[in-house]
């Protein structure tokens, strides 16, 4: 699932805060920006950063970077822009793998229909963030800790390689805590859907081979586990 | 000797906590809007006063029964008298007057003039005495000397106590009293036109002997009854300049009643904010707990709109368009200043007991740090959170007092890594975040009685419920333990945190609060 270049376009605030926080899972990062300003940021920044604009035909691109294993975040602060970009790339490149920003519901919409894999809508991510910190403290900190590591509990997906162990088994009937001391929390089945574990869906979904389990659990024991399904975790 | 005696009673009096105690009770019960009890005490008058009037109509052609009479002369007039000393007595401090003179004459090192204070006493209890309300309150006693014929109609002043009960009568009069020299223009054109015309129609038709106009009174009648546009027809004018006059007093009546209409009206519009906004301030101040908003735009609508499915939010925003956007959103909504301390006085809230947090969500990091400073200025425990526009300001926001810091931007970055880096595990949390397919994270606080009904982790039986139990969190320790063993003991203060559909969780909470699940 590992994509070896991040191709961030536009250069902002978003972009630093980004590039920080992904910097250890792509190989590689460039950023493309679309005008002249922040040049002084730009020459002490360790990535590379180009400039682009929105009439590109991406050939450049297309020779520098094999876009198959590419993810674009489109973060150019004008909405209009950024849903021309994101057309525009998912037009030239139809697998690339692209998450671009929204500020509200109706321009998320717009970049859905534009062909982005995924869209943040930042108010919303905001507001969500903010009203689960408030309703739900305790629980909200614990997922975070966990989806950030700053804890010592992780999250992982774990692929199934060995499912002739659980043969005619279904996740619902293990009890995983108690057996192996971590907590399934979803499936997610061949056909790409997931499911939290006591769903109507899951329950009638055997264990087969290549499921993914979502984890919660502690490191070593997240190791064990995913020693016993035959297969690594990441 | 007496000067010095009066001075320590005014002392003893200002510095007993029991006398302020009592005084500032009597004050809410019979002043305060908020007060519980003075709804209670209001009905109660106005039902007397109802009663008052039944009797007296009842009286003119029947008998009534001198039980009633007894109640309504005497019980009603002692009770209406106890009100009267009562406001007489919580409308000004008589000793803090007599401190006042004592003080100031002290410091210009010269005797305490008792007869000076008393002057100035008597000055502001009269002040209350002839106030319109206190002098109706009183008419409204007389009825209890009602061997004087004539006083027993002062019972149709209780009437007009209702003037202090109903808030909605108060509101008109003083929506009225708005437009006072408006009104008094017109009364004086009026009164102009009913004083010139009567006149001329008495000239005109006295001496006609086939007019029904007599006298001056009959002229001045027949004036007010055109004037008004309600024409009875009983007197009406016969001769030819007679009916010229009417004319004259016909158009102006249109005028008039014209005139009349529109100012009531442009009052209450003018006024219909500030009705709305005290409306909606006293039901802001019966509110048990909400939370604070400060701004309304792009996050804070998103937020306000979340909290509001579960908790009651409170709007306070500066520019007028964006208020009203909240109101007409369905928010209660006020055009306030959040940086301005009078905001919050004007709100009458207890911010320690009502709000359970205040979220400062304006435009600008600036905006937010001056909001931010206004509130702790005067409270320095209340929980406000505030999001932060450009991350070099985080500093000023915590200095400020913020207890909690929201970076818009730093939540994307994260976001941008659980999906470069756990594309899965990421979207799964995220959909049981977003109560997919009805999947939802609940955390369940463990009171007394659930603590009571099952003692360890094992005896909750969560799977049971198809729920996950994904840890415990220990109140005392602060510890959040994951996937509990069976034998953890479970206690008053704890927090269980689950995973599961709604409907599920919704039913193993009423189970925990069934003894071993009965």
Redesign the interface.
């Known amino acids: ?1 590992r ?1 070896s270049t ?1 191709l961030l376009f536009g250069y902002n ?2 972009t ?3 590039v ?3 910097s ?3 190989e590689n990062i460039e950023i493309f920006r679309l005008d002249e300003s922040s040049d002084k940021n730009i020459q002490n920044s360790k990535y590379k950063i180009s400039r682009f604009d929105l009439s590109d035909d991406w050939d450049e691109l297309k020779d520098s970077v094999n876009i198959d294993e590419c ?1 674009a ?1 489109c973060v150019l602060e004008d909405t209009a822009e950024n849903i021309f970009l994101t057309i525009s790339l998912r037009e030239a490149f139809e697998e690339l793998t692209i ?1 671009a ?1 929204a ?2 519901k109706e321009s998320a919409d717009k970049l859905s229909l534009a062909g982005a894999s ?1 869209v ?1 809508p ?15 403290p ?2 909200t900190q ?2 975070h800790n ?3 590591e700053k ?1 010592d ?1 992780k ?3 774990i692929r199934v390689d060995n499912a002739h162990k659980f043969e005619g088994v279904y996740p ?1 009937d293990i ?1 995983w ?1 108690a057996e192996y ?3 399934v ?2 499936v ?1 089945r061949e056909d790409l859907e ?1 499911e ?4 109507s869906k899951a329950k009638h979904h055997q264990i087969k081979e290549g499921d ?1 389990f ?1 984890v ?3 490191e070593k024991d997240l190791g064990e586990f995913e020693r016993i399904m035959g297969s690594r975790y ?1 | 000797m007496l000067k010095r005696l009066i001075v320590d009673g005014a002392y003893a009096i200002s510095t007993s906590k029991r006398y302020a105690k009592i005084k500032h009770f009597f004050y809410n019960f019979l002043e305060n809007d908020s007060n519980k009890y003075k709804k209670i005490f209001d009905l109660f008058m106005i039902a007397l006063i109802f009663s008052s009037v039944a009797i007296l109509i009842r009286e003119v052609k029947s008998h009534v029964d001198d039980s009633l009479l007894f109640f309504n002369n005497y019980i009603i007039s002692i009770i209406f008298l106890i009100e009267y000393l009562l406001r007489f007595w919580v409308t000004s401090s008589v000793s803090e007057i007599i401190i006042k003179h004592s003080e100031y004459d002290v410091m210009l090192k010269r005797e305490f003039s008792l007869l000076k204070a008393f002057r100035e006493i008597i000055a502001i209890k009269m002040r209350y005495v002839f106030s319109i309300k206190a002098i109706i309150d009183l008419f409204a006693i007389l009825p209890f000397f009602h061997e004087l014929r004539l006083l027993r109609l002062f019972v149709l002043f209780r009437v007009f106590k209702l003037f202090r009960y109903a808030k909605s009568i108060q509101t008109f009069g003083s929506v009225i009293a708005t437009k006072k020299f408006e009104f008094l223009t017109l009364f004086i054109f009026a009164s102009i036109v009913i004083f010139v015309s009567s006149v001329l129609i008495y000239v005109m038709e006295a001496n006609n002997p086939t007019s029904p106009v007599n006298t001056l009174f009959e002229a001045i009648y027949w004036a007010v009854v055109t004037i008004s546009t309600v024409g009875y027809g009983d007197i009406a004018p016969v001769t030819e300049e007679g009916r010229i006059v009417a004319m004259f007093v016909i158009v102006a009546g249109i005028a008039v009643f014209s005139f009349t209409t529109s100012l009531i009206v442009t009052a209450f519009t003018e006024k219909l904010d500030e009705i709305k906004d005290d409306k909606l301030i006293n039901d802001i101040a019966k509110m048990k707990s909400f939370y604070l908003i400060c701004g309304y735009e792009g996050i804070s609508k998103e937020v306000a709109k979340k909290l509001s499915h579960n908790s009651d939010i409170i709007v306070l925003e500066e520019n007028d368009k964006k208020a009203r956007q909240a109101k007409k959103d369905g928010f209660f909504a006020l055009n306030y200043d959040p940086g301005s301390i009078d905001s919050y006085r004007k709100l009458r809230i207890n911010i320690q007991d009502q709000v359970k947090a205040i979220l400062c969500l304006g435009h600008s990091d600036v905006e937010n740090v001056y909001t931010a400073l206004t509130v702790r200025s005067f409270n320095k425990d209340v929980y406000i959170l505030s999001i932060l526009k450009n991350k070099m300001n985080k500093n000023k926001l915590m200095f400020a007092g913020v207890n909690e810091v929201f970076y818009e931007k730093e939540l994307v970055g994260m976001i941008a890594k659980g999906l470069a880096g756990q594309k899965i595990a990421f979207e799964a949390i995220h959909a049981l975040r977003s109560s997919y397919n009805g999947v939802d994270m609940q955390e369940i606080v463990i009171n007394e009685r659930i603590a009571g009904n099952y003692r360890s982790v094992g005896k909750l039986q969560s799977k049971k419920f198809r729920i996950l139990l994904l840890g415990l969190h220990k109140s005392d320790s602060k510890e959040f333990l994951f996937n509990p063993k069976d034998d953890t003991t479970v206690e008053a203060g704890d927090y269980l945190l689950l995973i599961g559909n709604i409907q599920f969780i919704k039913e193993f909470n009423s189970f925990l609060y069934k003894k071993d699940g009965r």
């Open positions: 699932m994509k991040a605030d978003y630093l805060e980004i920080k926080n992904i250890l899972y792509y993810t975040f998450v920003l500020e509200d995924k943040i930042t108010i919303q991510t905001t507001a969500n963030m903010i009203v689960e910190m408030l309703e739900k305790i629980i614990v997922l966990i989806l950030y804890s509990l999250i992982a997906q619902y009890d805590g001391n971590v907590l929390l979803s997610l997931t939290f574990i006591y769903s993914v979502v919660v659990g502690y990441d």
